[in-house]
């Protein structure tokens, strides 16, 4: 695999933890990340905002969206 290419990752559970520490490091790669929560407009809105906040300060590619994995239309929606 060339290092240098650029992959585009979809992490879930970025909301915190280790999902949210992978889906920094995959976009300080120099990635284009998706970081994947549930609940983006209520109880993660300020998750949300954090991983938005750090996009813009790191200049790196790091676009959270709402996706729950357990739910069928959610994953088949691709989340939003």
Do not use: C, W
């Not at 906040?53 to 590619?61: I, T």
Request: net charge positive.
């Amino acid at each position: 695999m060339n290092a240098d290419r650029k992959h585009i990752i979809l992490v879930t559970g970025a909301s915190s933890g280790f999902g949210a520490l992978s889906a920094r490091a995959l976009a300080r790669a120099g990635h284009i990340v998706y970081a994947s929560m549930r609940d983006t407009a209520g109880r993660n809105a300020a998750q949300v905002q954090a991983a938005r906040n750090y996009a813009s300060e790191h200049g790196v590619d790091l676009r959270p969206i709402d996706l729950d994995v357990q739910s069928q239309p959610s994953a088949q929606g691709g989340g939003t």
